[in-house]
């Protein structure tokens, strides 16, 4: 199934692309890892949907592992 000619794995590709592009365009650190966690998160669904691309699987997780981490950790 397409849109456009361009395929829902495509869709999902592009749409991680922009929402990773618009986390670093934040102010905020925590705003940017929140945005920045959708983006990673979605790559991680695209790379699934590759017929699973490890290393966007992996590299993406490790990022949305990450701003989990510096979004719940609670400074001393």
Known sequence: MSML???ITE???YIASIVLIISFMMKNVNTLR???SVGALLFVVYGIML???WP????NS???ALNTYYLTKKDK
């Open 11 to 13: 869709w999902v590709g």
């Open 62 to 64: 490790f990022i949305l």
């Open 34 to 36: 929140i945005v920045n």
């Open 5 to 7: 000619g361009i395929t």
């Open 51 to 53: 017929t699973t691309s």
């Open 56 to 59: 966007i699987i992996i590299t």
